[in-house]
């Protein structure tokens, strides 16, 4: 069966017309792997610290910073174990400003979404019972 030069013109103009969907698909794919890693991450980092701040060991924002390894400019908030109250709980908060690497964005902004492509804020919260 051989094709027609019509039949090459229609291929080409379905491959034209699905070829931004199937880009902007995977670009979208990628960012929002990217950002379910980095909550992860931040996750982890908020637990490894109220670790540390619940054993009452030195330095738990540091310990948090480094425990999220691949991000850069990781917030945090610690609420410290009190000595005079045993029921007491230690707290952190981790926070990172996640941006898209993708120009999925961009592209959702010409129809209209303005916030979709904007950087995200995610946070993580770990609580633990005082120790020690």
């Known amino acids: ?19 931004p969907i199937l880009l902007v698909l995977v670009m979208g794919i990628i960012d929002f792997g990217r950002a379910l ?12 610290g109220v670790r540390v701040a619940a054993l009452n060991q030195p330095n738990p924002t540091g310990r948090t910073q480094t425990a999220a390894v691949g991000l ?22 981790a926070t990172y400003t996640f941006e898209f690497i ?20 995610l946070s993580a919260k770990g609580v633990m019972p005082c120790e020690g």
């Open 1 to 19: 069966m051989s094709t027609t030069p019509r039949d090459r013109g229609a291929a080409a103009v379905e491959v034209a017309l699905l070829l």
């Open 102 to 121: 993708t120009p999925v964005g961009g592209l959702a902004g010409i129809f209209g979404s303005g916030d979709f492509g904007d950087p995200i804020e």
């Open 37 to 48: 890693h980095a909550q992860i991450t931040l996750t982890q980092a908020a637990r490894e």
């Open 72 to 93: 850069s400019g990781v917030g945090v908030a610690v609420t410290a174990c009190t000595p005079s109250d045993p029921d007491d709980s230690a707290e952190v908060e």
